[in-house]
C-alpha cells in the first residue's frame, strides 16, 4: 500500500479533510452514482455533507508501474457498497464509488414492487 492512499483513506474514515486533500492529485476527481462528480476543490464540501464516519474493509491493491489500484468495501450508517480508486506518484487520482445499499436505493426498489 501506498502512504498517499493510506492518508487519503485514513482522511475519510476520520473525517479529516486535510489528511485526505493532501494525498489527491491536482487531477482528482471522486465519482458517486447517486451525488455525482467532485473535483479536489469539490470534495470537501462533499464530505462535510456526509451523515457520519465511513468505515473501510476488505481492501485489495494492485501497482503495475507506478500506479496503484485500490478496491475496497465501505460502509456508512444505513449505506454501503464498493469504490474503486486509482493511485499514482503524486497522489490519488480518482476515486469511483458504487452501492450496495442506499435509502434512496432501498425507497425506488419498495415503489417499483421489487427487492434491492
Not at 465519482?31 to 476543490?41: N, S
Request: a negative charge.
Amino acid at each position: 500500500m501506498s502512504e498517499l492512499w493510506d492518508r487519503y483513506r485514513d482522511g475519510w474514515i476520520k473525517g479529516d479533510l486535510e489528511m485526505l486533500l493532501c494525498a489527491c492529485a491536482e487531477d482528482f476527481f471522486y465519482d458517486d452514482p447517486i451525488d455525482g462528480r467532485f473535483t479536489k476543490a469539490e470534495i470537501g464540501d462533499y464530505v462535510k455533507s456526509l451523515p457520519g464516519a465511513i468505515e473501510w474493509t476488505e481492501e485489495v491493491a494492485r501497482e503495475v508501474g507506478g500506479v496503484e489500484t485500490v478496491w475496497g468495501w465501505w460502509r456508512m450508517q444505513d449505506q454501503q457498497g464498493a469504490a474503486l480508486a486509482e493511485v499514482g506518484p503524486d497522489g490519488v487520482h480518482w476515486q469511483k464509488a458504487s452501492y450496495y445499499a442506499h435509502p434512496q436505493i432501498t425507497l425506488a426498489a419498495s415503489k417499483a414492487g421489487t427487492s434491492a
